[in-house]
């Protein structure tokens, strides 16, 4: 193994600048002195997506589950009035399918679901990058409290 | 006898290489015994190239009563016989071992006692083991040597006295007090295991090759091993591709090697996993395991999602510059665990999080007055709906 799990101070940094300037993009939007539960979840929604993808960019395209993570988020912005539409249709088949395959979920499948990009690995490269992936969302979390504990004050 | 150690001389004390194998048989207590059980071994025994495992012997030749006998022996002989480890093992022995060669076996002795039980097969201590030893200086034997001829002679006889080789694993533990009968037992028990502790059935000279084969194959279950295969690990160059050795008693096909290195790839990584995630230092097993880590990605993201929504209730207050200044705030590592406490009440409070922020104190609802306003009634609402975990 010579795989390091060990994220550099470059990563934490440049993670946190991209979150703080995306932060403060969004604050500019909004104008409502006391917000809204609507956007309040809107809000929450959004600073999440921006804080993944802030990791997703800092990691770079070093490792698979940035990579995918990446995508995901670009491939969004740009289908998601197309899929809206779709969406609505497609939801009926979800919903029975997924009583279906919930019981046959092994821990594996599991472990694919949470780290972004890892249905198309196998076990042995899913747990390397479920490992890297812990410890970004590690630094992430902290990154975030030290913010939020900032702004708080 | 000659140095050569024919098959012939088995019993001989005074050849070079046989008579190593000798002292450990006679430890062993029993001349015919060891007639018949070193015939094959003799063979073996001619192989003067034991360098590598030389050091195996260290605790049994402290034991064995032939130290006059061992003395004009090359030291590596002796080394090897005294048990069987894997070839890696032997290999990586050898350097640890400067005197060998034509020294005398009391400096061998001595440098042996100092030596870590580590780096001797763990069964060195028994003299009264007979059957094991045996099958341990047969294994050495083959393993050190180098032709594959000698492994096939050994091969037979050691696979009589197969919970012999698994002794290797006990290395750190045996001493010259070593009782051989809970060394059979721990071999016994090594057995089912998984063959961890096989001899390999060939003796590669190649200390960069054995090195890839510990490198693969000392995974998990042989801690001892691995303890001595690191310290030699940094000698090793590396090779394009892993040279993978089938161990004792199992299946030489290529499916079932390969198998062998994906398990212990997989194992290896488990083992790092376990390094990572919070208290899981005494899990044993896969399954328990993959929960624990499961558990720990899950609530690592409830706690993005639980922070991102505490920032999207705080206020824009502050300017651009002091985002500058937060930066450089956040390179250190903050421990501030605090603020999760606050979601607690609306959220399920995993382990984790009391784990990772022990001295967590609420914090958070003093600090934001607006925020306990918010979560009690959106928390449970709308954070399960914005759970799924990811995007």
Redesign the interface.
């Known amino acids: 193994m010579t795989s390091i799990y060990q994220i550099n101070s470059a990563t934490r940094i440049r993670f946190a600048r991209r979150f703080l300037i995306s932060l403060s993009r969004m604050r500019r939007a909004s104008t409502l002195g006391p917000p809204s539960d609507e956007e309040i979840r809107t809000r929450t929604r959004r600073i999440r997506i921006v804080s993944y993808s802030s990791m997703a960019f800092a990691v770079g395209s070093s490792r698979a589950w940035s990579r995918a993570l990446v995508l995901k988020i670009r491939n969004r912005a740009r289908f998601r009035g197309i899929l809206r539409n779709k969406c609505l249709a497609s939801k009926k088949k979800r919903v029975i399918k997924r009583h279906k395959v919930s019981r046959e979920m092994s821990k594996t499948d599991m472990l694919r679901r949470l780290v972004p990009g890892g249905a198309g690995m196998g076990i042995c490269g899913l747990l390397e990058e479920t490992a890297h992936y812990m410890t970004c969302l590690a630094t992430q979390v902290k990154v975030m409290q030290s913010i939020a504990d900032h702004y708080s004050k | 006898m000659g140095s050569s150690g024919d098959n012939n001389d088995g019993l001989a004390f005074q050849s070079g290489g046989q008579s190593v194998v000798n002292c450990q048989s006679s430890g062993m207590g029993g001349n015919p015994f060891f007639a018949s059980a070193w015939d094959p071994v003799v063979s073996i025994s001619q192989h003067e190239n034991f360098g590598g495992s030389s050091m195996l012997s260290q605790s049994e030749l402290t034991n064995s009563p032939y130290p006059v006998v061992m003395e004009n022996q090359g030291i590596s002989t002796t080394s090897h016989l005294v048990h069987y480890q894997s070839g890696s093992s032997y290999v990586e022995l050898v350097p640890k071992f400067p005197s060998y060669g034509s020294g005398s076996f009391s400096e061998m002795v001595s440098s042996f006692g100092l030596n870590e039980c580590g780096q001797i097969a763990n069964t060195g201590c028994h003299p009264n083991y007979t059957t094991n030893k045996e099958a341990n200086i047969e294994r050495t034997i083959a393993n050190s040597a180098e032709s594959q001829e000698d492994h096939q002679l050994t091969e037979e006889p050691i696979t009589g006295a197969s919970p012999d080789g698994k002794k290797r694993k006990r290395v750190g533990e045996s001493n010259s007090s070593y009782d051989p009968n809970k060394n059979a037992e721990g071999e016994r028990l090594k057995d089912p295991s998984g063959h961890s502790s096989d001899v390999q059935k060939e003796q590669d000279e190649k200390k960069p090759r054995t090195e890839q084969n510990s490198g693969a194959n000392l995974r998990g279950k042989q801690s001892a091993k691995q303890a001595k295969n690191n310290s030699h690990s940094g000698e090793a160059p590396n090779e394009n591709y892993i040279h993978v050795r089938a161990r004792r008693g199992q299946a030489t096909n290529s499916h079932s090697l390969a198998e062998r290195v ?1 398990r212990e ?2 194992s ?3 083992r ?2 376990q390094e ?2 919070p208290g899981c230092n005494k899990i044993t097993g896969k ?1 328990v395991m ?2 624990e ?2 558990n ?3 609530s ?2 409830q ?3 639980f ?12 300017s ?1 510059d002091i ?1 500058k200044i ?2 450089k ?3 250190h ?2 421990g ?5 406490m606050g979601f607690v009440p609306g959220m399920n409070a995993h382990p984790y999080s009391h784990g990772i922020f022990p001295a967590s104190i609420p914090v ?1 609802s003093n ?2 007055p607006q ?1 306990p306003s ?1 979560p009690h ?2 928390l449970d609402n ?1 954070l399960q709906s ?1 759970f799924p ?3």
């Open positions: 994906r790839k997989i290896e990584r488990m790092l996993l990572l995630v399954a993959l929960d880590i499961i720990y990605v899950q690592l993201q706690q993005v999602e922070l991102s929504m505490k920032l999207a209730t705080v206020n824009p207050e502050l651009n985002e937060l930066s705030d956040i390179l590592p903050r501030s665990n605090a603020a999760l958070i600090a934001n925020f918010v009634t959106t709308d914005l975990n990811g995007i």
